[in-house]
């Protein structure tokens, strides 16, 4: 349910729970427990991630995946996601560039 397991623990992410004080952001790889079986840091914690994925039957929308610093414990689990909308901007959404590989880009197990 969430990247450390399915128990959930707001001290293992940066959410709305793990602050004693106003959420706020912390720096990437704060949480050194926020991490997916992929290895993808910060999933459950920091920011919401916006992604070019559409939502069927809704125009001009689009899905965020992930948590933010100010996300409640629901968001947290890897399964949740969110909609918005392209003229809407919030503070705790942002985006995660990525790399496409192709197969070339790994060494088959004779290559290394």
Same mark, same amino acid.
């Not at 100010?70 to 790399?99: A, I, Y």
């Given at each position: =349910?969430?990247?450390?397991? /399915? +128990? %959930?623990?707001? @001290?293992?992410?940066? &959410?709305?729970? =793990?602050?004693? $004080?106003?959420? =706020?952001?912390?720096?990437?790889?704060?949480? #050194?427990?926020?991490? @997916?079986?992929?290895?993808?840091?910060?999933?459950?914690? +920091? #920011?919401? $991630?916006?992604?070019? @994925?559409?939502?069927?039957? &809704? *125009? /001009? !929308?689009?899905?965020? &995946?992930?948590?933010?610093?100010? @996300?409640?414990?629901?968001?947290?689990?890897?399964?949740?996601?969110?909609?918005? !909308?392209?003229?809407?901007? %919030?503070?705790?959404?942002?985006?995660?560039?990525?790399?496409?590989? =192709? *197969? /070339?880009? %790994?060494?088959?197990?004779?290559?290394?």
């Amino acid at each position: =349910s969430y990247p450390w397991g /399915d +128990i %959930f623990d707001p @001290s293992l992410s940066i &959410m709305r729970e =793990s602050h004693q $004080q106003r959420p =706020s952001p912390t720096a990437v790889g704060t949480a #050194i427990a926020d991490r @997916s079986p992929f290895g993808v840091r910060d999933v459950a914690g +920091i #920011i919401c $991630q916006w992604t070019s @994925s559409s939502v069927e039957g &809704m *125009k /001009d !929308h689009y899905r965020v &995946m992930g948590a933010a610093y100010n @996300s409640f414990e629901v968001l947290c689990r890897l399964d949740q996601e969110l909609v918005g !909308h392209q003229d809407e901007t %919030f503070t705790h959404v942002g985006f995660r560039p990525l790399l496409e590989l =192709s *197969k /070339d880009d %790994f060494l088959s197990a004779n290559e290394s």
